[in-house]
């Protein structure tokens, strides 16, 4: 049986249902229990699973951080719940320093079983300090898996398997689509990570397209394929690990790539992967590969700024035209 | 409260004034959320007037404060216009920041106000440095650094705390105290005391009634002067209460804040009102003149709204200046452009 659920709803039922499993896992972060975080994702888990497992901690974010590396050492597997992906700078120290390292550190004697979930996107008109999506600083260090989750079935599924995987694993989910709605099965199901999906096949281009950023690439798809040009869109769903032998594979049958992520475009995601394709790709593409990332400045507050920053179906479609045509699109 | 009323009515009509200020500015900010013409959201100061005006009356427009944010409060206090406030909040041209800090970014560097902060105790170190930095240069200049109970969470304010009690910066920590931390009743993510916190560091703390605006100013006028003695650093805990939610769309809160509670600290400890009555008991304004206050503020809203509402969005082309100090366009700099 399937239904339409929340993205929100999606992340609520698989902590849910893996705190029912395995009664070692906690939740813990601000204002997570009673009031289940500002964007009421966690909603009536304290309920269920009583504050000794749903704990609600002061604004101590490197505090509680480290307190759920060393739990995770320890016998426990935490979810820490970090109201703003903005946030994440308060607690590098603990986890790239701390939780990426241990199990190496340790000859891989120790592990660091932890889920840290925490959000990215901008046009909340949220300004510079809770607007920024910061996978790609994350995704740059060694010992840590990143899911992007982009719709409610990938989150409830990947959330699952971070949860069971004994590594410490960082989701970002967009804050923009909580209240999207996606089929999402009743039984149980999980995603692996580093197996991408293909949303739609294609011949001409290859659009990679991570978080929201999927919906901005379907939406392309759709524009230019009333243009004749056949667009295959890919959601890798974690970029650590990657699935690069499914994006080749595309990209050595359309010749072209674009990649689109929310993250800023310098040293990014994008980035990453648009060299990989050249790489691994480069006598199969008739085009350079395209990197389509946020601005490179801090989110502007003012809506008439901010709109300009993000990547949109209209630029993508812009973009995938030129190089189709044979025509560059940073013209030197 | 106590004070030379002879002396002072100018000083004491102007933190009236001031204070009526904040609550208009504050009412025509909720109105404007809840009319959908601001984008976002914003936090309300009204309730904690006192605090701000109290503070800000104490210090001269070269001192600093770093605000929080819960802002616009303290960017009142310390001398901003309500015309490139309220084209701030709305993102226009005009704004203190060009549209591009927004409420939660605000700053007013002509008048000493270093800037909001939406990372709750990130201005802890800023303050901090900005009498360091005082200190250094000799200006004689005061910090004040306003932050929540909530901040007091944070492991910074216990590093810098310590940096200034040993090097004696003129910085003063002032904590709201308003009860919650977004969702959560201070009594919950507090242990101990606060004014034990900053005393264990040896420096001098104090407990102030926040609603009273003459001991707010009282206080911090003191320690304003020590300050600039050398006597710094020092921490004040003002006790006092938002009456809004947690931000302007918190507003079925009963969960955790009662109504009674809320309608309690309204009736009885109201900072404007308490302090209208003491204005007109003491007779250095009468029922008419604090009446003709409030309607020439509320004109002076109005005006600014007004404007700020028909005001221009900025240029697209600013998108991407103000990135780096002496860089037009980023973007054409970071491709190796010329700045
Ligand atoms: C580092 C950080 N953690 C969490 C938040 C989210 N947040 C914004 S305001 C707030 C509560 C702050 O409480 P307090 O310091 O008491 O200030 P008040 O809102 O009561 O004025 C929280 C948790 C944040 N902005 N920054
Ligand atoms: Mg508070």
């Not at chain 2, 240029?315 to 366009?329: I, L, Q, S, T």
Request: charged share 25%; glycine share 8%; aromatic share 8%.
């Amino acid at each position: 049986m399937t239904r339409e659920i929340t993205l929100s709803k999606a992340v609520n039922e698989a902590i849910a249902e893996e705190m029912r499993r395995d009664p070692t896992i906690f939740l813990i972060g601000e204002d997570v229990a009673e009031a289940g975080t500002p964007f009421k994702v966690l909603s009536g888990l304290v309920e269920e699973f009583g504050t000794d497992r749903v704990i609600d901690t002061p604004i101590s974010e490197p505090g509680f951080m480290g307190m759920a590396v060393g739990a995770a050492m320890t016998g426990s597997r935490p979810i820490v719940d970090l109201m703003f992906g903005d946030f994440i700078y308060l607690v590098m120290d603990q986890l790239c320093n701390q939780a990426a390292k241990t199990h190496y550190m340790s000859g891989g004697k120790l592990k660091v079983p932890l889920v840290l979930r925490t959000n990215m996107g901008a046009t909340r008109r949220s300004a510079a300090q809770h607007s920024q999506s910061l996978q790609a600083i994350v995704a740059h260090i060694p010992g840590l898996k990143v899911a992007m989750p982009s719709s409610a079935y990938e989150a409830k599924g990947l959330l699952k398997t971070a949860i069971r995987d004994d590594n410490p694993v960082v989701i970002f989910e967009d804050k923009l689509m909580y209240n999207d709605k996606a089929p999402v099965p009743e039984e149980e199901y999980l995603i692996p990570f580093g197996k991408a999906n293909i949303k739609r096949a294609g011949r001409d281009i290859t659009l990679v397209a991570t978080s929201s950023m999927v919906q901005v690439a379907e939406a392309a798809a759709k524009i230019l394929e009333a243009d004749g040009i056949s667009a295959e869109v890919i959601d890798p769903r974690t970029i650590v690990p990657l699935d690069e032998e499914t994006i080749l594979n595309s990209v050595r049958k359309t010749s072209r790539a674009i990649v689109i992520d929310e993250g800023h475009q310098n040293y990014g995601v994008t980035a990453e992967i648009a060299s990989r394709i050249s790489e691994k790709a480069f006598y199969h593409l008739d085009a350079p590969v395209i990197r389509m990332g946020a601005m490179d400045v801090p989110v502007p507050f003012s809506p008439a700024l901010e709109d300009l920053t993000v990547p949109t179906a209209a630029k993508v479609v812009e973009n995938a035209r030129k190089i189709c045509r044979g025509e560059l699109v940073h013209a030197a | 409260m106590s004070a030379n009323p002879k002396h002072n009515a100018e000083d004491y009509i102007r933190m009236y004034r001031q204070m009526v200020r904040i609550r208009a500015f504050e009412d025509n900010a909720n109105q404007l959320y809840l009319s959908a013409k601001m984008p976002g959201l914003t936090h309300m100061y009204t309730g904690q007037e006192a605090v701000a005006v109290g503070i800000c009356e104490a210090l001269t427009a070269e001192d600093k404060i770093t605000s929080t944010h819960r802002g616009h409060g303290h960017c009142v206090a310390k001398g901003a216009e309500f015309k490139e406030m309220f084209c701030e909040l709305l993102g226009k041209e005009e704004g203190y920041c060009r549209g591009k800090g927004g409420s939660m970014h605000i700053a007013d560097q002509g008048n000493g106000n270093l800037g909001a902060n939406a990372i709750v105790g990130g201005s802890m170190g800023i303050a901090t440095g900005s009498a360091l930095s005082a200190k250094r240069l000799g200006n004689g200049q005061v910090t004040v650094c306003f932050f929540g109970d909530g901040a007091t969470a944070q492991g910074l304010w216990y590093e810098v705390m310590n940096m200034a009690a040993l090097w004696k910066l003129p910085v003063i920590y002032a904590c709201e105290n308003n009860g919650y931390s977004e969702y959560t009743k201070t009594a919950e993510i507090a242990a101990g005391s606060l004014t034990a916190r900053a005393e264990s560091f040896g420096i001098e703390a104090f407990k102030v009634d926040g609603q009273d605006v003459l001991a707010v100013n009282k206080i911090t006028t003191e320690l304003v002067e020590r300050c600039r003695k050398g006597e710094g650093p020092f921490f004040l805990e003002l006790q006092t209460y938002r009456y809004h939610g947690h931000h302007v769309g918190d507003i079925n809160r009963e969960y955790y804040r009662s109504k009674d509670e809320e309608a309690d600290w309204k009736e009885s400890r109201d900072p404007i009102k308490n302090f209208g009555k003491w204005l007109s008991e003491q007779k250095i304004l009468t029922e008419e003149e604090l009446g003709a206050v409030d309607s020439e503020v509320a004109a002076e809203a109005k005006a600014a709204v007004d404007y700020a509402l028909e005001a221009p969005y900025p240029n697209a082309a600013e998108v991407d200046m103000h990135v780096f100090a002496g860089v037009e366009h980023a973007l054409d700099y970071l491709a190796g452009g010329r700045a």
